[in-house]
């Protein structure tokens, strides 16, 4: 992986640029409980968005609202342009992809064969196609080999391929969920806690990831807890508290807010995990 | 030299439970839905392909008429599987898993008394109520071959040869196409599988497919061997079949041709040694063995990965 560490482009810059994906008073209630409340969030083309909060605030729970898991009580979420259609297929189809905060890769499958499956959705030769081995089938079967080697290169896992995910090490095997996601040609990119369990070198290199990414064109939303890491990385920042939107900005103005130190200090950051399926 | 012929034997009736079991491996490693009307698949396929033959070549035994027949065979077992998935099976998917059981059961009761009360109802074709003659065809039946001593039916050949040219497609497509990939994802975690972008009920359908196309190949081969086929015959093929994939391992596709070859040569050799009406016996009762000893079969239970 590259070293060179790209500078995030300046908040306004990037807020200048059209809007890719807009989540407008977002809801979602399990029976009595109301896990996410009116939320709002825009992302802007190329802008890495940052999404904080204590344990429970909601988080991965607004992510499986954005990714068609869940769908949401009331609100709606319009991604380029486009209302966000109700499966989460045609969600990744529409151009967005995620991680786990809990790894969910295909674990007895090699890497490349991991991200070769996130190709599915993007080449189009059906099974007849395939037994029949037309040109077609070993064109594009080429093409997604080659491809998915590509990625994995660009995640810093070139020569691991052939291993199974479920033997690779754990920063390696969330490096692998970026890439297969990746492999799906997003135009946004929602990373649920992509640091969780790696050490100080690894979350650094995961921030230069991130901004390659973000340098490719595409829109990153990142779910994290290391304040230090968020506040380095994003454009802007939002923290969710109890399934509602408390402070919206720049890291410097999320960062002293006295709402947001105070949500921190006075919740529960204590438990590490935190479990909101 | 008694033995080895039965070593032969049952390997040939270990080919023919070997490529149905592969139908109850990749549908259950995909949906874990045990399809027990799956030997009425395999029962629709000998009737397809004799269908075709009745349809277009009758009186003819030359050999190029079987590759024809093979094709109606898979076309009449993949349809009937993959309409059998998309009314009976998928409102279901989501029900309780005694729900999809009790259906398969219902679907093959429905299919038997479909072939029996109407094939014979269709203009030009024999009435089903009893044993129907299967062709018989230039090079696939006729004289044994004799080596060394044994005896090779040339039925038995032909299956012995299609489970091999099947499994060899059958790794080749799970393993090297997306398709293949895209079984194994949603086999081992579904619902990310969803969210990685595959269109699971189309992968779910593909498994159906290929688990009818290789019945359908057995269902011809079983009209070769034995000249003759029924509406009854899926029931126990179907059953053995399913004991072959459990002693495998279920979900595992190297474990149904294992799992099929083991019980077929069981079968065979329980035959040579003992009274042969005991072979079931001895089949049923090696299930229950593996079931107390090694539920996870001899191969091991898995989803559709590294078949």
């Known amino acids: 992986m590259s070293t060179a560490t790209t500078a995030p482009v300046p908040a306004a810059a990037a807020q200048d640029s059209p809007t890719i994906l807009s989540a407008r008073g977002v809801t979602m209630r399990f029976g009595g409980l109301t896990a996410v409340n009116k939320v709002d969030m825009t992302v802007h083309e190329g802008e890495i968005v940052g999404l904080i909060g204590p344990n429970g605030a909601g988080k991965t729970t607004f992510f499986n609202c954005l990714t068609g898991l869940y769908k949401p009580t009331e609100g709606e979420v319009w991604l380029a342009g486009a209302e966000l259609p109700p499966k989460p297929r045609e969600v990744v189809v529409a151009g967005m992809a995620r991680t786990f905060q809990n790894i969910r890769l295909f674990a007895n499958m090699t890497a490349l064969e991991n991200v070769m499956v996130g190709r599915y959705c993007r080449t189009s030769s059906g099974p007849l196609t395939s037994i029949l081995r037309g040109p077609k089938f070993r064109r594009e079967e080429e093409a997604t080999r080659a491809r998915a080697q590509e990625l994995l290169t660009f995640v810093g896992l070139g020569g691991k391929g052939e291993h199974l995910a479920r033997n690779l090490p754990y920063g390696d095997q969330r490096r692998l969920e970026i890439a297969r996601a990746l492999a799906t040609d997003p135009k946004v990119v929602l990373l649920d806690e992509p640091t969780a369990g790696m050490n100080p070198r690894e979350t650094e290199e995961c921030k230069d990831l991130i901004f390659k990414i973000r340098d490719n064109g595409m829109a990153v939303v990142v779910i994290e807890h290391d304040m230090k890491f968020i506040f380095n990385l994003c454009d802007r920042v939002l923290c969710l508290v109890r399934g509602e939107l408390l402070v919206e900005g720049d890291p410097g103005t999320v960062q002293s807010d006295p709402r947001v130190v105070e949500a921190y200090i006075g919740g529960s950051e204590l438990d590490d995990e935190e479990d909101e399926h | 030299m008694d033995l080895l012929q039965q070593l032969v034997n049952g390997l040939t009736l270990g080919s023919l439970y070997a490529l149905i079991a592969v139908g109850y491996t990749v549908v259950y490693g995909i949906v874990q839905l045990i399809n027990f009307a799956h030997g009425e698949v395999f029962m629709i396929g000998a009737f397809g392909g004799l269908t075709t033959y009745l349809a277009l070549f009758q009186g003819t035994t030359a050999w190029w008429t079987l590759p024809i027949m093979l094709v109606g065979a898979v076309a009449a077992s993949v349809l009937t599987a993959v309409v059998m998935e998309r009314v009976a099976y998928r409102p279901l998917r989501s029900a309780p898993r005694l729900a999809p059981l009790i259906t ?204």
Not at chain 2, 128 to 152: E, H, M, Y
Not at chain 2, 245 to 255: E, F, K, T
Not at chain 2, 290 to 305: E, N, T, Y
């Open chain 2, 104 to 307: 398969a059961i219902g679907i093959s009761v429905f299919l038997q008394e479909l072939v029996r009360l109407f094939y014979g109802k269709i203009p030009g074709l024999p009435d089903a109520k009893s044993r129907l003659p299967f062709p018989r065809i230039d090079g696939v039946t006729g004289p044994a071959f004799s080596i060394g001593g044994l005896d090779f039916q040339r039925p038995a050949l032909f299956t012995m040869g299609s489970l091999a040219v099947c499994a060899a497609f059958l790794w080749w497509f799970i393993n090297r196409t997306k398709q293949g990939r895209a079984m194994q994802a949603v086999s081992q975690d579904p619902d990310t599988a969803r969210l990685m972008g595959i269109d699971v009920d189309r992968i779910i359908v593909t498994a159906f497919a290929l688990g009818a196309a290789l019945a359908a190949i057995a269902g011809v081969a079983q009209g070769l061997q034995n000249n003759n086929i029924d509406f009854r015959m899926g029931f126990m093929a179907g059953l053995k079949a399913f004991t072959a994939a459990v002693l495998g391992g279920i979900g595992n596709v190297a474990g149904a041709v294992v799992g099929g070859l083991t019980l077929g040569v069981v079968e065979a050799l329980a035959s040579q040694l003992g009274p042969t009406a005991w072979k079931d016996v001895w089949a049923f009762g090696l299930l229950i063995l593996v079931l107390v000893f090694r539920p996870q079969g001899i191969m091991g239970a898995r989803v559709v990965d590294r078949a």
